[in-house]
């Protein structure tokens, strides 16, 4: 009970501090923000984020599919069990890590893009 009377309170809070600004300054906000976002800085950035995206999201999923293919030559290799197991393990976390090295490098390149878009959009703020 007491959990919902305090969400109660926080939304009855939320709305009256909300509602003292008013649909003008949520309008000005609104303008404001649709001004800088469609200017070409930002754009070309954007572009560059979802062409990144579209290349990491293509990237992924083959190494993951290399990495099932090395595993399952690995088990399927001559020896005995013990054997075709450790193999089979060395071989899928010899992938796991390329799987992670890969996303590790989609993030740094994601994080370099998002930089240089917020430095291009300061830049034509100061304009």
């Given amino acids: 009970m007491r959990g919902k009377i305090g969400i109660v309170v926080g939304l009855a809070a939320g709305y009256v501090l909300g509602s003292r600004a008013g649909r003008e300054r ?70 796991a890590d390329d799987v992670a090295r890969g996303a590790e490098v989609t993030a740094d390149e994601v994080k370099k893009a998002a930089d240089k878009a917020v430095s291009d959009l300061k830049k034509s703020a100061d304009r």
Avoid: C, H, M
Wanted: proline share 4%.
């Fill in 26 to 95: 949520y309008d000005q906000i609104k303008a404001e923000f649709l001004k800088v976002w469609n200017t070409d800085p930002v754009q070309k950035q954007v572009s560059k984020a979802k062409d990144l995206g579209k290349t990491a999201a293509l990237a992924l999923p083959s190494a993951v599919w290399d990495g099932a293919v090395k595993v399952t030559k690995a088990a399927t290799r001559s020896g005995t069990p013990g054997q075709k197991l450790d193999s089979a393990l060395k071989a899928g976390k010899a992938s």
